[in-house]
C-alpha cells in the first residue's frame, strides 16, 4: 500500500437513519421485537437491542423499499441459482420488519463539551518536508456547504516525498443507530484527511508515516435542512438528492418552512482552484456530486435518476450522515497504487521493500530477493524486540506460495544441478546456499547469514572473491544471485533412498443413482475420453509420464483392468469395504497413449452398465483407502480425483449421519458444525501423506453431506475441494468441465517437505493451510499445486539487530509430474526496526487481513464464534491505538488517526466479519460455510483480497470502443445507478446486475430482447451477439475468470428481482442482513474501542 494515497468518495449505503421521536423501528436481530431501553453501547455485531431480523413465526416480513418481494430464506430448493459456490437464498441489505418497535432516540454524546474540528499532522517522527499548509473544509452532510480552500501540496522534493497536502477536516454526522451507542444524536466520528499528493509516488516507502484522521464538529441542534432549488455547482450536491436507504422505516424528517435558515456557514461557497496545473484538487478521492463519483467517471447516466432516488422535487436530506467520501475508500487506494507503481517493473534487490499491491499489474525482476509472487508478508520492517512487537500486535507472517504460477514475460525459476554431492548446506542449521551467505578467508569458507555457523568451501565449489569480498563467479550462480531457484536433488533426498516413480492419478467415480441420474457419469466419462490427452507434463516432454487408473463405487468398489493387451476392460468388484484391499496390481495403472482403445471403451461403458441402478447408498472413507493403497503397491506418489454425491451412510469404516443443526448457530456448541464427525478421517488422511497420495474432492449434493468431515482427506493432504450444490447438466457443466480440465492440468508437486528457517532472533511459530504436520518444524503435503499457499507465523525468540535484518529460507523438497526430485528456494531478507513508525510505515493490510482471517477461521474449531470475533475487533483496535499513541502526532481524542498504509484495515476487516463464517445469514447451509472455511484456509493474498471485498464494475460508463476493465465502483448499493449495468465478482461468484431503467438498445444489445421486463432473471449464459456491446461484455467475463483459480457461473440480476437479495449480499460496505454493521458503523466502533484503549 501506498504511502502517498489518498483515500477515495464515496456514501456508505444503508447505514440505519436517525430515528424520529414518535416513529416505530424494525427490529434487528435474531431477538424477537419487545420494548428495549436503551443501553450506553450495543454488543458488537451481536443482537443490538431495537433491532430484529427475523419476524415472530407467523408474521411476514415486509419487501424492502427497494422492491424485492418477500422471499423465504429456506435454503434454495434445487434448481435455483446456487450461491456461486455455495448454497443459495436471499439476502436483504437491511431488515425491515413489518413488526415495529418504539425506538429511544440518541446515547450519550461523546465528551461533555462539543469537539472542534482538529487538523491533524503526519507523525512527529517525519523528517523531512515543511509542515503542511492547512484549511479547513466543513462539510455537513445535511446541507452540504463547503468553506475555504485547500491549498496545494508544493512539488515533491529530494527523495520524491512532498509534504502532505492540506489536512481536511472532514465533518459530517453519523447515523445515531444505536449500534454503536456512544455518539449523540448526530455526531459524527470524527473525520479528517491526511493525504498526500495525487500524483506524487517515493521510489521506496521510506517517508515518514503519515496518517488519515477523521474529526468531528458540534452539532448545532437537529439540523433539518430544507432544499427548495438546485445547489451552486462548488456545493457537495449535484445530481438528484441522496436516498433513504431500503430497509428505513421511519418516515423522512419534514423540510423546514420555505425561507428557513439552515444552521451552518451562510454564503455561497468560494470555487476551490488548484494552483498547480495539471491536478484538480482532491480531498481524498474527489468533491463532487454526493453520489461520490469514482475516479473516471462523471456522474451518473444522464437523464437516469440514480438508482433508489425518488423522482420529482428534492426531496429533503436525511440529516446528520458522515460524509461518505471522507472515509478511505478501497478503489481510491487499488487506483492509486496501479497508477503509481504498475509502470515500472519491481526490482527485489533492495532489502525490506514494500510490493506494489495485490491488484496492481507488475512485473518483477528477481535480483535477490524472492518475488512478491511466491512470498508476501505483513510487515517488512519487523520491531527488533518482542516488547516492541507485543505493544503494535501487528502479527509477523508471511503467506508462501512455493509454487505460484509466473506470468509468460518472466522467465521461470533456474535449475541448478550440483551432481552426486547435491546442494550446498550449513552444517548446523541445514540452511541452502544463497545470495545473503557471507564468504570468507578468500573463499574457503562461509558464515551462515541464517545461523552464523563457518563451514569449508568444498574444493569443487571454491572461488576466488573479488576486491569488495564477492566470489566472481556470483552473477553465473543463481543460488548466489537470486531470491529464487531450484536445485537438483539427489537419492539422499528420497524415500528409502530409491528415485521415485512417476506419479499416478486414479479417477474415482460415484455410481449410485443420484449420481446417474443427474447426468454427472455420463457427463464425466465423456470428458475424461479427450482430458486425458491433457495430462500434466515436464518441459518439453512428448507425452505425460503420468499413468491413470479407473475405479467406479456405491456400496461397493469396482476396479478396472485398463491393460493395453486386453480387447475390453474386465471389472472386479470387493465388496467387503470393512478390509479394504486392491484386487489387481497389473493393469490398474496404465500408460493413456499404450491403452487408448480400452480406455476409451470403459468410458463408453460405465454409463450404461449402472444406467439403471437404484443403490442410493454410497461408502467414502474405503474409496480413498482403496486408492491409496493402490498408489502404495506401484510404489510412487498420486492423486485421487473423487467425484461424490451423496452423505456416506452404507455401514463401512468412515460412515456418517446427518447431524445438521442449525439450532446450534450462536451458541458454544457451534464450533462442533465445523469439525469432523470422527476421527477416521484424520487417520486416513495421515496415511494418505505418508504414501504421497493426495486427494481432490467434487462434491455434487442436493442435501448435506456434512462438508468439514468429508474435506479433511483433502484438507490434510494437500488438496482440493469444489462444490456444486444441486447439480444440473445444462446449468453447470461449463463450471464443472472448466475447474476439471484446470484442476487436471495444473502442475503439482508430489510427496512435498516444506520448511521455514529464519535467521537468529525469529523463528516459525504457527501454520495455516492444506498441509498435515507430523512434528513441529516441517510441512508435509502429499500434493502441492500453484495456487496454495501456506501461511507462516513468526515470533521472536532473541533480539534483532538493525544492521542485519532478519531473513527468512522456504525450502521445498517434492517430486515434479515427471518423477524428477526437486528442491525450490525461496530467500527473503526484511529490515528490522527500533522505532514503531517504521513498522506502521512498511506494513501490507491485504496480507495482514488474508493472516487474520485464516487465524479467525481456524479458531471457529475450537471457539464460539463471537469470541473470535470479539478477538479480530480487539487486535485491529489494539494496532491502530499503538500507532495513534506512540506515531501520531498529538491531536483531539475526537479524530480517528489511521496509518497511511492501513487505512483500509477497519473496512477489510469488517468483511471478515461479516463473511459467511463468521456471522451467516438466514440462508447460508452449514456446509457452505464449512466449505467456504476450507477454501479460505490456503488462499493467496489476491484471492482473499478480492473474496471479502468483491469489485464491482460498471459497464456502460466506459465508451464502447475502450476495451480495457472498467475502474471499479464502492461495493455499496448506493454506488448502483438504475440506468446502468454492473458485473460484481469475488474470486468464486459472478453477478451481472441489470438496472431497471436501462436504456432499451442497451438490453437489446446484451439480452436480445426488447425491454427490461424480458430478461430473464437468473441466467447465466449470455447470447453470443455481433454487436460491439456484447462482445466487450462477453470478453469481460472471460478476461475476470481467466485472473481467478476457479470458474465463476454468471448470474443475471434484475434490480427489484428475487434474486437482488443474494447480490446485495456482496454489497460489503452496507449493513448485511445477517448482522453485520455497515463500514461506517464499524469505523465509529473501532473509533469508540480505539478510545477506549488510551484512556
Known sequence: MNVNQSAPPVPPYGQPQPVYPGYHQSTYSGQPGATVPPIPYGAYNGPVPGYQQTPPPGVSRAPSSSGAPP???????????????????????????????????????????????????????QPYGPPPTS????????????????????????????????????????????????????????????????????????????????????????????????????????????????????????????????????????????????????????????????????????????????????????????????????????????????????????????????????????????????????????????????????????????????????????????????PLRCNRCKAYMCPFMQFIEGGRRFQCCFCSCINDVPPQYFQHLDHTGKRVDAYDRPELSLGSYEFLATVDYCKNNKFPIPPAFIFMIDVSYNAIRSGLVRLLCEELKSLL???????????????????????????????????????????????????????????????????????????????DTRETETVFAPVIQAGMEALKAAECAGKLFLFHTSLPIAEAPGKLKNRDDRKLINTDKEKTLFQPQTGAYQTLAKECVAQGCCVDLFLFPNQYVDVATLSVVPQLTGGSVYKYACFQVENDQERFLSDLRRDMQKIVGFDAVMRVRTSTGIRAVDFFGAFYMSNTTDVELAGLDGDKTVTVEFKHDDRLNEENGALLQCALLYTSCAGQRRLRIHNLALNCCTQLADLYRNCETDTLINYMAKFAYRG????????????????????????????????????????????????????????????????????????????????????????????????????????TEPPAVRASEERLSNGDIYLLENGLNLFLWVGASVQQGVVQSLFSVSSFSQITSGLSVLPVLDNPLSKKVRSLIDSLRAQRSRYMKLIVVKQEDKLEMLFKHFLVEDKSLSGGASYVDFLCHMHKEIRQLLS
Open 71 to 125: 422471499v423465504s430464506t429456506a435454503q434454495a430448493p434445487c434448481g435455483q441459482t446456487a450461491y456461486g459456490q455455495f448454497g443459495q437464498g436471499d439476502v436483504q441489505n437491511g431488515p425491515s420488519s413489518t413488526v415495529q418497535m418504539q425506538r429511544l432516540p440518541g446515547s450519550q454524546p461523546f465528551g461533555s463539551a462539543p469537539l472542534a474540528p482538529v487538523v491533524s499532522q503526519p507523525s512527529m517522527l
Open 533 to 611: 490427452d491433457f495430462l500434466p507434463r515436464e518441459g518439453g516432454a512428448e507425452e505425460s509420464s503420468i499413468r491413470v487408473g479407473f475405479v467406479t463405487y456405491n456400496k461397493v468398489l469396482h476396479f478396472y483392468n485398463v491393460k493395453s493387451s486386453l480387447a475390453q476392460p474386465q471389472m472386479m468388484v470387493v465388496s467387503d469395504v470393512g478390509d479394504m484391499f486392491v484386487p489387481l496390481l497389473d493393469g490398474f495403472l496404465v500408460n493413456v497413449n499404450e491403452s487408448r482403445t480400452v480406455i476409451t471403451s470403459l468410458l463408453d461403458q460405465i454409463p450404461e452398465m449402472f444406467a
Open 135 to 422: 484549511a479547513q473544509v466543513t462539510a455537513q452532510l445535511a446541507g452540504m456547504q463547503i468553506s475555504g480552500a485547500v491549498a496545494p501540496a508544493p512539488p515533491p522534493t529530494g527523495l520524491g516525498y512532498g509534504s502532505p497536502t492540506s489536512l481536511v477536516s472532514a465533518s459530517g454526522s453519523f447515523p445515531n443507530s444505536d449500534l454503536y451507542g456512544s455518539y449523540a444524536q448526530g455526531q459524527a466520528p470524527p473525520l479528517s484527511l491526511t493525504q498526500s499528493h495525487p500524483g506524487v509516488q517515493p521510489p521506496q516507502r521510506s517517508a515518514p508515516p503519515q496518517a488519515s484522521s477523521f474529526t468531528p464538529t458540534a452539532p448545532v441542534g437537529p439540523r433539518m435542512p430544507s432544499m427548495t432549488g438546485p445547489l451552486l455547482s462548488g456545493q457537495g450536491f449535484g445530481g438528484p438528492p441522496m436516498s433513504q436507504p431500503n430497509h428505513v422505516s421511519s418516515p423522512p424528517p419534514q423540510a423546514l418552512p420555505p425561507g428557513t435558515q439552515m444552521t451552518g456557514p451562510p454564503g455561497p461557497p468560494p470555487p476551490m482552484h488548484s494552483s498547480q496545473p495539471g491536478y484538480q484538487l482532491q480531498q481524498n478521492g474527489s468533491f463532487g456530486p454526493a453520489r461520490g463519483p469514482q475516479p473516471n467517471y462523471g456522474s451518473p447516466y444522464p437523464g437516469a435518476p440514480a438508482f433508489g432516488s425518488q423522482p420529482g422535487p428534492p426531496q429533503p436530506l436525511p440529516p446528520k450522515r458522515l460524509d461518505p467520501d471522507a472515509i478511505p475508500s478501497p478503489i481510491q487506494v487499488i487506483e492509486d497504487d496501479r497508477n503509481n507503481r504498475g509502470s515500472e517493473p519491481f526490482v527485489t534487490g533492495v532489502r525490506g521493500q514494500v510490493p506494489p499491491l495485490v491488484t496492481t499489474n507488475f512485473l518483477v525482476k528477481d535480483q535477490g530477493n524472492a518475488s512478491p509472487r511466491y512470498i508476501r508478508c505483513t510487515s517488512y520492517n519487523i520491531p527488533c524486540t518482542s516488547d516492541m512487537a507485543k505493544q503494535a500486535q501487528v502479527p509477523l507472517a508471511a503467506v508462501i506460495k512455493p509454487l505460484a504460477r509466473l506470468p509468460p514475460e518472466e522467465a521461470s525459476l533456474y535449475v541448478v544441478d550440483h551432481g552426486e554431492s547435491g
Open 860 to 963: 471457529v474449531l475450537n471457539s464460539p464464534v463471537k469470541t473470535v470475533r470479539d478477538t479480530l475487533i480487539t487486535q485491529c483496535a489494539q494496532i491502530l491505538a499503538c500507532y495513534r499513541k506512540n506515531c501520531a502526532s498529538p491531536s483531539s481524542a475526537g479524530q480517528l488517526i489511521l496509518p497511511e498504509c492501513m487505512k483500509l484495515l477497519p473496512v477489510y476487516l469488517n468483511c471478515v466479519l461479516k463473511s459467511d463464517v463468521l456471522q451467516p445469514g438466514a440462508e447460508v447451509t452449514t456446509d457452505d460455510r464449512a466449505y467456504v472455511r476450507q477454501l479460505v484456509t490456503s488462499m493467496d493474498v489476491a484471492e482473499t483480497n478480492v473474496f471479502f471485498y468483491p469489485r464491482l464494475l460498471p459497464l456502460t460508463k466506459s465508451p464502447i470502443e475502450n476495451t
